[in-house]
């Protein structure tokens, strides 16, 4: 699950973590169970992790606890180094 999760970040693309999670969530109990523990409604958390979601930090935040994970940030590698927009160093 960590590996997964890890190279749906390294990715880049929101759609791939959200669809990522949504696997995540299927596999832990489901849906209702991930709302449960996060303490968010199931529509909304449906909504969050669909393929047009565009869930809130605060929301990812609350799906990575209810996982039992933390986000945590680290330097790239240079070979994964792409800045979107290297202006905001």
Known sequence: MIGYLDAALEDGEP?????????????KGG???LAKRAGINRESLY?????????RFETILKIFDALG??????EKSR???HPR????R
């Open 15 to 27: 759609i791939i973590l959200l669809s990522a999670l949504r696997d995540v969530a299927l596999s």
């Open 31 to 33: 849906m209702r169970m």
């Open 47 to 55: 909504r969050s992790l669909s393929p047009r979601g565009n869930p």
């Open 69 to 74: 994970l933390q986000l945590v940030v680290k």
């Open 79 to 81: 070979r994964n180094h």
């Open 85 to 88: 927009n290297p202006s905001h």
